[in-house]
């Protein structure tokens, strides 16, 4: 599980519920139009700007925000160091034989294995990688719409409140309740916007970057590999993809 969304949602709604104690009563902040409005609203739009196929995948594309398993750069340029020296060490075609539990390293090894070309191997893991980042880009632009479409069926309901304020200024019973339907509205957009959608946004796409860098890893590796490069060179090499602080660890660390 990812402790930073978990976190990052607790502190927001505690921020937000924190100021509505102090300033007055939570039950003013809860109106069943408003949410009718927003909810079904931004819940409807998302039906007829998605199909179905996509819809049905937006729990799954929240529940990736939550649970993930991060790629973790340096491990992959270890992993593929141990695959050069397996194919320096025997031949590339033993790298077949290697288990390797993450599906593009393996099917970049079977490739490599396979007596590929270089010019091949490369275009078909390009290929993976556009296909992957497409997929990625239908979750992150659900909830990139999703955040715009929050706060314009705020306004929606602001206007719809406005309007029914302005038809019942004779009866002043009428206009406190228009007037919750006019600000929560606008309130309760803001809050799927900013807390839920956009971060939501952000989390994937910046996941969904982190999974091409460690593909591109691969796809580096396997062309040094192919090549019949120093498994240590490739490792400098792929060395590159690490941020300066991870490296000059790594190399302080080899010294000792």
Request: aromatic letters at 6%; one cysteine or more.
């Amino acid at each position: 599980m990812d402790i930073a969304t978990v976190i990052g949602l607790v502190l927001c709604v505690s921020a937000v519920i924190g100021a509505i104690f102090a300033g007055g009563d939570i039950t003013a902040f809860i109106d069943v139009p408003s949410v009718i409005v927003v909810g079904l609203g931004v819940v409807g739009v998302t039906f007829i700007k998605w199909p179905m196929e996509v819809v049905k995948n937006l729990m799954g594309f929240a529940m990736k925000t939550f649970f993930f398993e991060p790629a973790d750069p340096k491990e992959t340029i270890d992993e593929i160091g141990s695959l050069a020296e397996t194919a320096r060490r025997e031949s590339v075609f033993a790298l077949e034989k290697v288990p390797i539990e993450d599906a593009f390293l393996k099917k970049a090894m079977t490739l490599a294995a396979d007596n590929r070309p270089p010019e091949v191997i490369n275009s078909i893991l390009k290929m993976e990688i556009d296909a992957l980042e497409e997929r990625h880009k239908v979750g992150v632009s659900v909830f990139d719409e999703m955040a715009a479409d929050g706060p314009a069926f705020g306004m929606i309901g602001t206007l719809i409140g406005l309007v029914i304020m302005l038809g019942n200024l004779s009866d002043q019973a009428a206009i406190g309740p228009a007037m919750a339907v006019a600000l929560l509205t606008t309130f309760y957009g803001a809050c799927i916007a900013n807390i839920v959608c956009g971060p939501f946004k952000n989390k994937l796409a910046h996941r969904s970057k982190l999974e091409i860098i460690k593909m591109n890893i691969i796809i580096a590796g396997t062309l040094g590999i192919v090549a019949g490069e120093n498994p240590r060179l490739i490792k400098e090499k792929l060395s590159a993809f690490l941020p300066p602080a991870q490296r000059e660890q790594d190399d302080s660390g080899g010294e000792e």
